[in-house]
C-alpha cells in the first residue's frame, strides 16, 4: 500500500498569514498519462470532507484562490496565501493512484 | 446542483449486518466512478471501497473485502455498501463520494454505523 505522510499535523496560524501543509507518498503518484494522482481535502468543523485540489495542482471548482497545490512525484504542497477564520479545520491529502486509496493523517489549522 | 444522500446507518451488533445507500442526483451517474469513505470518531478519513461506472470492477480495503460489497444501480442513480459481519472498530460515519480526475469531488453528509453490543 502507498503509505502517505503529512506535516505538520497541526497548524495554529494568524489571520492573514500564509499557511503551508506538506505531504509525502511512499512511491512516486505520477501516473502514465502524465497526472500526479494527488488530491487535497478540507474537512471543515461538523461538515463532510471538500475537495480542495486535484491532479497535483489544480483547483476544484470554486475554490478560493488563495489556495493552491504544486509537487509532483513523491513530495506535495498545500499553500494557502493568507488564512481566514473559515478556512479551520483538517486537510488531508488522498492518493488515487491504486487502490487502496490511502489518506494521509490529517493537518489540523487553527486560528492562533 | 449535485447531491448525494446516505442512508442506512444505525446501531448494529457485532457480526450483524447493514445495507448503505446513496442517492445521487444532479449528474449522470452511468458515467461517473463511485466510493465509499468511512471516519471513525475523532480519527482521519480512510477509503473503503470503489466502483467503476459499468459496476463490473469493484475495489476494496483489504480488511473489508469478503464482508462488504458495493453495488451501483444505474437506472435508480443509486450506490450501495452491503455490511456483513460488522466490527465493533468499524463504527464510523460512512460516506459516499463522486470520482472524477483520480479523485472524490462531491460527497454526501455521511450516514452514521454504530457496531455495538
Known amino acids: 500500500d502507498i503509505v502517505m505522510t503529512q506535516s505538520p499535523l497541526s497548524l495554529p496560524v494568524t489571520p492573514g498569514e500564509p499557511a503551508s501543509i506538506s505531504c509525502r507518498s511512499s512511491?512516486?503518484?505520477?501516473?502514465?498519462?502524465?497526472?500526479?494522482?494527488l488530491g487535497w481535502y478540507l474537512q471543515k468543523p461538523g461538515q463532510s470532507p471538500q475537495l480542495l485540489i486535484y491532479?497535483?495542482?489544480n483547483r476544484a471548482s470554486g475554490v478560493p484562490d488563495r489556495f493552491s497545490g504544486s509537487g509532483s512525484g513523491t513530495d506535495f504542497t498545500l499553500k494557502i496565501s493568507r488564512v481566514e477564520a473559515e478556512d479551520v479545520g483538517s486537510y488531508y491529502c488522498?492518493?488515487?493512484?491504486?487502490?487502496?486509496?490511502?489518506f494521509g493523517q490529517g493537518t489540523r489549522l487553527d486560528i492562533k | 446542483e449535485v447531491q448525494l444522500v446516505e442512508s442506512g446507518g444505525g446501531l448494529v451488533q457485532p457480526g450483524g449486518s447493514l445495507r448503505l445507500s446513496c442517492a445521487v442526483s444532479g449528474f449522470t451517474f452511468s458515467n461517473y466512478h463511485m466510493g465509499w469513505v468511512r471516519q471513525a470518531p475523532g480519527r482521519g478519513l480512510e477509503w473503503v471501497a470503489n466502483i467503476r461506472p459499468g459496476g463490473s470492477e469493484k475495489f476494496y480495503l483489504d480488511s473489508v473485502r469478503g464482508r462488504f460489497t458495493i453495488s451501483r444501480d444505474n437506472a435508480r442513480n443509486s450506490l450501495y455498501l452491503q455490511m456483513n459481519s460488522l466490527r465493533v472498530e468499524e463504527t464510523a460515519v460512512y460516506y459516499c463520494?463522486?470520482?472524477?480526475?483520480?479523485?472524490?469531488?462531491?460527497w454526501g453528509q455521511g450516514t452514521v454505523v454504530t457496531v455495538s453490543s
Open positions: 463520494a463522486r470520482g472524477e480526475m483520480y479523485a472524490y469531488d462531491y
Open positions: 488522498m492518493q488515487a493512484l491504486q487502490t487502496p486509496f490511502t
Open positions: 512511491q512516486s503518484l505520477l501516473h502514465s498519462s502524465g497526472y500526479n494522482t
Open positions: 491532479l497535483g495542482s
